[in-house]
């Protein structure tokens, strides 16, 4: 309590003190930086007048690291620095040596205390800064008309430019199960890229490249794929569209060809060729076509159109693609020479429509990293970086500890809860999230006896669970579960015998929820992935398909990170 006076409690250890500040009275609080004193306007008014002792000189600004300013409200004063200093009434830059005041920002999570009872403190941000590349320095006011020094200088490039998406497109790649598509009309003339991202509909981020020009998506052969396509500039500039695509792969042997050919060797993809002496090759096509040499060179061309020169090359398991513009209607690609391995032609189709602008958001600093343990969890589940900029992933209240139990589906009874070693259970959420709960879970058991043990029991919970249409939850309660239909499992999740994959319809009434569910085991460790939905709305089977497709990335964290 505020002791304004000399009054005494009689039921308060403390001596002295009172709520109440008589008129014409000041009182200083503990810290003795602030001063309260009161004074009579009339019978239901009062003047009160709040004095902050100066806080004495003001040290030097500290920037945060320009590679962090990748959003508009990315904050461009250190952070241990702005808790430090808790009263600045004013912001100055030196740009090039020239001093120019900056408007400032107001806190969105602000809330009033005793230091700032009634207005926001200030705040600077990327979108205060001028646009331009120059030195940068900054310093500080207080409110008591105090100046700090100016902060160490540093080269900046602000760029309020938004990146570019148009239409033209080219196939970069092939690999035996995928085609890469070098996206030519996505581009920025400013820092350059930073991030072009294929999203899918739950905001889940399918595809990424951080190439500064030419972005690359990688497509499986035969997939169609369509999302949502999003591109940031270095500075959190962007913009957005919607994007489908389709690829496909003709092999030579499925070509019109003439000349001496034959089967080429087994150190080749399936259905490439071999030619000896002179030889051609036809493919009629649509869209952009990709010429795939495993060996040699050879000319190609559209019928009728001039001809160039394609080469072999090789990287990794990916083979260059020549790419050419066929356009929407048919034609025949023409590839001829002597001496070459023809691998095959590759077909790429990518349509982007409702160009519109993009939001970045900053990324809060996740402190439960700092902890060795959970930083080499983190490997294993959700992270800030799978998601649109507007989801955000953080621990689960006691998620990083062992408090809370795993293990919970249509049972109350695991005795692996005992033999955990180490758990970091995190959630994804936005504003308007469709979901009611969407996490993972990541657990390292104490040896490998101990995480077969948790399998076996979730397995047979799980059996139980199908046979007796419910479950004895942990609060003694009979929960009924109805087992829905799953669209069909990907093969490269963790093998069958290691995982227990759920969609179900659980409870009854108002508590009724939808549970999609994958529990994967590999070596010591446990992933979980938890989506929930309410009882008004089911997933489509084209939903789960699509969080089957992220528990396949799950498995893959896991099997890597374990060593299986």
């Known amino acids: 309590m505020l002791n304004l006076d000399s009054y005494s409690y009689s039921s308060s250890a403390s001596a002295a003190g009172s709520m109440t500040l008589e008129p014409g009275k000041s009182a200083t609080v503990y810290s003795g930086n602030i001063t309260l004193s009161a004074t009579s306007a009339s019978e239901d008014s009062v003047l009160v007048n709040i004095v902050r002792k100066d806080s004495g000189d003001l040290k030097k600004p500290i920037l945060s690291s320009p590679k962090s300013w990748r959003s508009p409200d990315a904050e461009i004063l250190d952070g241990a620095y702005s808790q430090s200093v808790n009263d600045i009434a004013d912001f100055e830059a030196r740009i090039d040596g020239v001093v120019k005041k900056l408007s400032t920002s107001k806190s969105g999570d602000w809330q009033p205390t005793y230091l700032n009872p009634f207005t926001a403190p200030k705040i600077l941000q990327l979108q205060d800064l001028p646009e331009g590349e120059y030195g940068l320095e900054l310093r500080v006011r207080n409110l008591s008309g105090i100046w700090s020094p100016w902060s160490d200088l540093v080269q900046v490039n602000i760029d309020r430019g938004l990146p570019i998406i148009g239409s033209e497109y080219a196939i970069s790649k092939v690999s035996p199960s995928k085609v890469s598509v070098e996206l030519n009309g996505v581009r920025d003339a400013g820092t350059g890229l930073c991030a072009t ?28 794929r369509a999302g949502r396509l999003q591109t940031f500039d270095c500075l959190g500039n962007g913009r957005s569209a919607k994007l489908s695509a389709s690829v496909g792969f003709t092999p030579a042997t499925d070509m019109k060809r003439s000349g001496k050919w034959s089967s080429a060797s087994s150190e080749y993809p399936v259905g490439a060729m071999k030619c000896s002496g002179k030889c051609t090759a036809y493919l009629a096509t649509s869209s952009v076509a990709g010429i795939v040499l495993g060996a040699g060179s050879a000319q190609y061309s559209l019928i009728g159109g001039a001809a160039k020169i394609a080469r072999a090359k090789k990287s990794g398991d990916s083979y260059e693609a020549t790419s050419i513009a066929v356009g929407s209607r048919k034609k025949s690609v023409k590839v001829q020479g002597s001496n070459f391995i023809l691998l095959g032609i590759a077909r790429a189709e990518v349509k982007i429509s409702d160009v519109a602008e993009a939001q970045s958001y900053a990324l809060e600093p996740d402190r439960s990293l700092d902890d060795p343990i959970q930083k080499a969890l983190n490997r294993y589940g959700f992270n800030g970086s799978d998601f649109s900029s507007e989801w955000y992933v953080v621990p689960m209240g006691r998620g990083t500890t062992l408090e809370d139990p795993t293990l919970d589906l249509c049972s109350a009874q695991f005795d692996s809860e005992l033999l955990r070693k180490e758990r970091r259970q995190v959630l994804a959420n936005r504003i308007d999230n469709p979901y009611l709960f969407l996490s993972t879970e990541s657990v390292r058991y104490r040896n490998l006896a101990a995480a077969q043990q948790a399998l076996s029991e979730v397995k047979l919970s799980y059996n139980n669970c199908v046979k007796s249409s419910g479950g004895t939850e942990r609060d003694g309660v009979f929960t009924k579960y109805e087992f829905l239909n799953l669209p069909k499992i990907p093969a490269n999740l963790v093998s069958e015998q290691n995982r227990v994959i759920v969609h179900a319809k659980i409870g009854e009434g108002e508590a009724m929820r939808y549970l999609f569910g994958a529990y994967q085991y590999s070596g010591d460790m446990f992933t979980g992935l938890y989506v929930v939905r309410g009882s008004d709305s089911p997933f489509t089977q084209e939903e789960i398909t699509r969080w089957l497709e992220v528990a396949v990335v799950m498995a893959d964290r896991l099997k890597s990170s374990s060593g299986a």
């Open 197 to 224: 991202e294929l999203v899918n509909p739950e905001g889940w981020i399918v595809e990424r490249s951080a190439l500064k020009i030419k972005p690359e998506l990688s497509i499986t052969i035969g997939e169609q």
